[in-house]
């Protein structure tokens, strides 16, 4: 299993990006599915997560802003942010957790998301 993320990239505070993590392997609809996100100097946090049936959750801060789906024909999740904010700037990484599936877990490389005041 591999995990492909991309979209990133420089917003102004106020714009939109989206998020995409690509997973190659085994087959989407198996796994629930994280982004996480990590800023210069601070530890890697949970943004958002979404169940294998559809059960979304958000961390507060990001709620109301961001949108985690996922396209399992395409094995694609997605993260759609809107309303960026300069704390949103982190490398953000998506992320398959430990379920009955899969006993470890799995990390994307990474894409750098940057919102400039």
């Known amino acids: 299993v591999q995990l492909q993320a991309s979209g990133g990239g420089l917003v102004q505070t106020g714009g939109s990006l989206r998020l995409s993590c690509a997973l190659s392997g085994s087959h989407l609809e198996y796994y629930d599915m994280d982004w996480y996100r990590q800023a210069p100097g601070k530890q890697r946090d949970l943004v958002a997560s979404i169940s294998s049936g559809g059960t979304t959750y958000y961390v507060d801060s990001v709620k109301g802003r961001f949108t985690i789906s996922r396209d399992n024909r395409k094995n694609t999740v997605y993260l759609q942010m809107n309303s960026l904010k300069p704390e949103d700037t982190a490398v953000y990484y998506c992320?398959?957790?430990?379920?009955?599936?899969?006993?470890?877990?799995?990390w994307g490389q990474g894409t750098l998301v940057t919102v400039s005041s």
């Open positions: 992320h398959i957790p430990i379920t009955i599936v899969t006993s470890r877990v799995y």
